[in-house]
Nanobody, 121 residues
């Protein structure tokens, strides 16, 4: 199985950028579909982006064109580059790994602890 640790969150002004990292251990992330999710206070966890084993990427409509997911096999790390951040992007961001190609959180068996992203308006 794989263990996941996120980092890179923080406080940023609207319009700014952050890059989140998801370091995998125990098994290479390339064996999984890697997803990014976020959860704001009082809201359900929602899909942000995913990268398949063949490195195809898909994004939620709310972040398409602003966020980019990528991976570095040598470092066994997945990234989420977030540009043009908005106040509504404020949430705890999680990376997750799944054996299935899905946008639903319930399909993901392995989760990191989350990293807080706060965008000031």
């Amino acid at each position: 199985q794989v263990q996941l640790v996120e980092s890179g969150g923080g406080l940023v002004q609207a319009g700014g950028s952050l890059r989140l990292s998801c370091a995998a251990s125990g098994r290479a992330f390339r064996h999984y579909v890697m997803g990014w999710f976020r959860q704001a206070p009082g809201k359900e966890r929602e899909f942000v982006a995913r990268m398949t084993r063949s490195e195809l990427t898909t994004y939620a409509n709310s972040v398409a064109g602003r966020f980019t997911v990528s991976g570095d096999n040598a470092k066994n790390t997945v990234y989420l580059q977030m540009n043009s951040l908005k106040h509504d992007d404020t949430a705890v961001y999680y990376c997750a790994a799944s054996s299935a190609d899905s946008e639903y959180p319930r399909a993901y068996s392995y989760w990191g602890q989350g990293t807080q992203v706060t965008v000031s308006s």
